[in-house]
C-alpha cells in the first residue's frame, strides 16, 4: 500500500455533506475514468502525469487527494492515494507528480498518453485560506502563509500558494530534500509570487542542513497575521510542532497515511488525537489537513 | 430469454436483489452516501457495533498484500446507544434493509444489544459477530468453539426475537460443527466468511507491520478459502448463507451461489471500487438474462445439489 501523498481541512465540506440528507443525489466524490493527457520524469526522480477528469478538478481544493487505481485485475489490490500538485477547473484536469516507492507506483510509470485510470476524488477536507480567514487574519494589512515541505510533501502545496498569493498573501516556501538529485523543480511557486529557499541535507543545493534550520531563524518573528502549513515526513511534522509550540501563529499539518479506501469507508488511516483520552481521526476524511495541536505527531513534546 | 428478477427473500429480509454491504466497509452508510448511491445494494451490514463506543486499535491499521489487504481496525465504533439513536435513523431514509452487525466481550451483553436493537425501527436484523480477529476479549473466540457460538446465537436470538444472523470465522478448526451449533441456538441465517487471521512484518523496522500485530486478511486472496467454507456449510445446515471473501465479479457471485449462498456482500473490494454493487447487480442480470435464468436462487447449491 502507498502511502498518501498528503492534504486536508478543517472539515467544512465533509461536515455539511454528512448533514446532508438528501440520500445518496448528493456526489461529493467522483469516481471516473480518467485519461492521461501527458505523463513525464521531471526534476527531483518524480513523475507527473496530467488527467482528464472535468468533476474532480472543479470541486477540487488545495490540499486533496485522488486515490487512483493501478491495476484492474486482483494485485496489486488497493488504490493509491496522491495528493493534487495542480488542478484546473477551467481544463478539467488535475496533476498528480510521485516518486516511486512501490509496486503501484512503478506500475505508474508505465502509463502513456490515452492511458485511461480509475480516479476517485476529490478527497479529503483540503485547505483553503477560506477556512483560516476567522483566525484574527481579518484584520491584517497583509497576511503571511509560510509553506514548510519536506520530500514530496513540497507537492500538495502548489494549489494553496497559488491560491494565497493571488489573493495578496505574502508566500514563503521553505523547502528541504535529500540531495540535488531529489529537488524537485519549484519554478511554479516562485512564478506564482512565492519566495522559495531550499536546503539539502548534504548542501549539494541550497543552504546545507534540514528544512526546520530554514524555519527556525524567522518563528520569532511570527504572529496573528501569520499561518504556517507543513508536509512532509512525521519526524519533519514533529520538529516543526516542537519548534512553533510556543507561536501565537496557527500551525497545519498535512498528514501522510497507509490508507485503504480513501473516503472514510474502512477507518484504516488512523492518527491518534492529542490529549489523553484514546481517540483517533482519520486522515482521509477528517484530514489530510489538521491543526498541529488536534494531532499527536509522536516522539517528545 | 425472460425478465430476471433478481430479488429474494432473505431469512425474512426483503432484497431486491443479492447484493449486500459486508459490515466494516460501509460504516453506517454517511461516508458512502457521498460517493454511491446507498439504493443500489440489497441490504446493508452496518460496522460492528459495540455496548459501549471503542477508540480501536493503534495505526498502522491496514497493509496491503498480495491480492489483498491485511486490516486491524478493531471494531472502531460510536456504541449502540449512538447507533440506535442517531446511525440508525438516519441511514432509514434509503428504504434499503439494515442488518446491525454485533460484538461483545460477554454473552450478557450480546443479550442486551439484543435488547437494546429490538426496539429500534428499521433493523431487519442483527449480525452476530462471532468472528472478529482485532479484538482481545470476546470477537473471535465465541465463533472458534460450537458451544460458545451457541449460547452467543442464543443469547442475542432470546433477546431480539427478530432474525438474527451468525458471522462465522474461517479459523474455526471445523466450521461446520459451529455453523450447526448457530442454528441450534437460535440462527435465521449465517454469514461467512469474516477475514483469516494474518500478519505483515517490515522487513527495515524488523517489527510487525500492522500496530496491532496481526490483523484480519480479506480480498480476493481469500477468494478459495470463502467458496470451501460455504460450500460445506451450505450442506450441513438448511438456513439461508451469505457469502462472502474476496468477491469483485459478477462471476465471483455467481460461484458463491453455485456454493451454497443466497445472498452474497462484497467486503475490502467495496474499498476499492465503490460502485461495484451497482456493475455486480448489473452484470448478475445480464448473466442471469442470457442463460434463461429467471431468478438467481435457481443456481443456490447447484455445485452439490
Redesign the interface.
Known amino acids: 500500500?502507498s502511502l498518501l501523498v498528503n492534504s486536508n481541512t478543517i472539515g467544512a465540506g465533509a461536515e455539511e455533506?454528512?448533514g446532508?440528507?438528501g440520500?445518496?443525489a448528493?456526489?461529493?466524490?467522483y469516481?471516473v475514468n480518467a485519461q492521461v493527457v501527458s505523463v513525464a520524469v521531471v526534476p527531483g526522480e518524480v513523475y507527473r502525469a496530467k488527467l482528464v477528469a472535468p468533476e474532480i478538478a472543479r470541486s477540487a481544493r488545495p490540499l486533496q487527494f485522488v486515490n487512483v487505481?493501478v491495476s484492474q485485475g486482483?494485485?496489486?489490490?488497493?488504490?493509491r492515494p496522491f495528493s493534487l500538485s495542480w488542478f484546473s477547473a477551467a481544463e478539467g484536469l488535475i496533476e498528480i507528480t510521485w516518486a516511486v516507492v512501490g509496486e503501484g507506483s512503478k506500475i505508474m510509470t508505465q502509463w502513456e498518453t490515452g492511458t485511461e485510470v480509475?480516479v476517485?476524488g476529490p478527497l479529503g477536507n483540503g485547505f483553503s485560506l477560506k477556512d483560516i480567514k476567522g483566525e484574527a487574519l481579518q484584520n491584517a494589512d497583509r497576511p503571511r502563509l509560510w509553506l514548510v515541505g519536506g520530500g514530496t510533501g513540497l507537492l500538495p502545496m502548489y494549489p494553496l500558494a497559488k491560491e494565497a498569493a493571488s489573493q495578496g498573501w505574502e508566500v514563503a516556501l521553505f523547502y528541504g530534500a535529500r540531495s540535488m538529485a531529489q529537488v524537485m523543480d519549484t519554478s511554479r511557486f516562485v512564478k506564482a509570487g512565492c519566495r522559495v529557499i531550499v536546503a539539502t541535507e548534504d548542501g549539494t543545493y541550497g543552504s546545507r542542513g534540514r528544512v526546520t534550520d530554514l524555519l527556525e531563524p524567522v518563528i520569532p518573528e511570527l504572529g496573528h497575521e501569520d499561518v504556517i502549513v507543513a508536509c512532509g515526513p512525521v519526524p519533519m511534522l514533529r520538529s516543526v510542532k516542537n519548534l512553533m509550540a510556543l507561536s501565537a501563529a496557527p500551525l497545519y499539518v498535512s498528514l501522510e497515511?497507509?490508507?485503504?479506501?480513501g473516503?472514510?469507508?474502512?477507518?484504516?488511516?488512523?492518527?491518534?488525537a492529542a490529549g489523553d483520552e484514546?481517540?483517533?481521526y482519520h486522515v482521509c476524511?477528517d484530514g489530510p489537513v489538521f491543526r498541529a495541536d488536534q494531532v499527536e505527531l509522536g516522539g517528545a513534546p | 430469454m425472460g425478465h430476471t428478477d433478481l430479488s429474494l427473500d432473505f431469512a425474512g429480509i426483503k432484497m431486491k436483489n443479492p447484493i449486500a454491504a459486508a459490515s466494516?466497509?460501509?460504516?453506517y452508510g454517511?461516508?458512502?452516501?457521498?460517493?454511491?448511491?446507498?439504493?443500489a445494494f440489497g441490504a446493508v451490514s452496518v460496522?460492528g457495533t459495540t455496548l459501549k463506543p471503542r477508540?480501536?486499535?493503534?495505526?498502522?491499521?491496514?497493509?496491503?498484500?498480495?491480492?489483498?489487504?491485511l486490516?486491524s481496525?478493531g471494531l472502531?465504533n460510536p456504541g449502540a446507544k449512538v447507533a440506535a439513536e442517531e446511525k440508525i435513523p438516519?441511514l432509514r431514509?434509503?428504504g434499503v434493509p439494515i442488518i446491525v452487525n454485533i460484538s461483545a466481550d460477554t454473552y450478557e451483553e450480546f443479550s442486551e444489544l439484543g435488547t437494546i436493537f429490538k426496539d429500534v425501527e428499521g433493523v431487519s436484523a442483527l449480525e452476530v459477530n462471532v468472528s472478529c480477529p482485532n479484538v482481545r476479549a470476546g470477537g473471535m473466540a465465541f465463533g472458534l468453539d460450537p458451544r460458545s457460538c451457541y449460547r452467543a446465537a442464543k443469547a442475542v436470538k432470546d433477546a431480539f426475537g427478530g432474525t438474527v444472523i451468525v458471522k462465522l470465522s474461517p479459523n474455526a478448526a471445523d466450521i461446520t460443527a459451529v455453523a450447526r451449533a448457530a442454528v441450534e441456538g437460535g440462527a435465521d441465517a449465517l454469514s461467512l466468511i469474516n477475514t483469516l487471521l494474518g500478519m505483515a512484518i517490515d522487513i527495515r523496522s524488523r517489527k510487525p507491520l500492522l500496530g496491532n500485530i496481526t490483523g484480519g486478511l480479506s480480498?480476493?486472496?481469500i477468494k478459495p478459502v470463502a467458496l470451501r467454507c460455504v460450500y460445506q456449510v451450505a450442506q450441513a445446515v438448511t438456513v439461508p448463507i451469505m457469502g462472502m471473501g474476496?468477491i469483485?465479479s459478477w462471476e465471483d457471485v455467481v460461484e458463491f451461489m453455485l456454493a451454497g449462498a443466497s445472498a452474497v456482500a462484497v467486503g475490502?473490494s467495496?474499498?476499492?471500487?465503490?460502485?461495484l454493487p451497482e456493475r455486480l447487480t448489473r452484470e448478475l442480470a445480464g448473466y442471469c438474462a442470457r442463460e434463461g435464468i429467471g431468478n438467481p436462487g435457481e443456481l443456490v447449491g447447484a455445485a452439490w445439489r
Open positions: 500500500m455533506a454528512r446532508h440528507s440520500g445518496g448528493l456526489r461529493e466524490i469516481d487505481e486482483p494485485h496489486p489490490f488497493l488504490r480509475r476517485l497515511s497507509r490508507m485503504a479506501c473516503t472514510g469507508l474502512c477507518k484504516g488511516c488512523a492518527v491518534r484514546e481517540k483517533y476524511s | 466494516g466497509v460501509f460504516g454517511e461516508e458512502y452516501s457521498r460517493i454511491g448511491d446507498i439504493r460496522k477508540a480501536g486499535n493503534p495505526p498502522p491499521r491496514v497493509a496491503e498484500t498480495p491480492a489483498g489487504m486490516n481496525i472502531e438516519w431514509q434509503f480480498g480476493p486472496a474476496g469483485r475490502a467495496l474499498l476499492v471500487d465503490p460502485l
